[in-house]
């Protein structure tokens, strides 16, 4: 018998224990209607649709082959790298930078990219990261380094 699908399994486990812990963590707002929603609403409403989706996505894993799965540690280490590159350049070098940043740094775990892709991908993304938060969704993120 062929291995099942873990791949999908494994992910499917993982959205269904985030849309739980959402859903538990969410306790602590009130909860409202749907006429009044309260700060919990949205929480727990989005963490239960996550877990039916993590469960449609496991049933049919369950019943079809899977692939052989591959780990690729460096991978996981670009990708790790590059959420806490983020993290800790986004106060001082700002949102831009940041996001160019750990978008160049993720993009290198690949080698299909060229650099130069890799810097258009960063510019491209930057802007439209620049244009969700900043412009559309007015959030008071700094956009440059400071002093610029």
Do not use: C, H
Not at 20 to 45: C, D, E, L, N, T
Not at 117 to 141: K, T
Request: net charge positive; charged share 10%.
């Amino acid at each position: 018998m062929k291995q099942k699908d873990i791949g999908d399994i494994l992910g499917g486990a993982l959205m269904i224990g985030f849309g739980i812990f959402a859903m538990i963590y969410a306790q602590r707002y009130s909860f409202g209607s749907v006429s009044q929603m309260g700060p919990g609403f949205f929480p727990v409403v989005l963490g239960g649709v996550l877990a039916v989706l993590g469960a449609l996505i496991i049933l049919p894993a369950l019943a079809r082959p899977g692939p052989d799965l591959e780990f690729n540690w460096k991978t996981l280490f670009f990708v790790i790298g590059a959420i806490i590159v983020f993290a800790f350049t986004l106060r001082p070098l700002g949102l831009i930078v940041a996001t160019m940043a750990a978008v160049l740094l993720a993009a290198s775990a690949e080698r299909k990219f060229s650099l130069k892709g890799r810097v258009l991908l960063a510019a491209g993304i930057a802007a439209l990261v620049f244009v969700i938060f900043r412009v559309g969704l007015r959030m008071n993120i700094p956009v440059w380094p400071r002093g610029f």
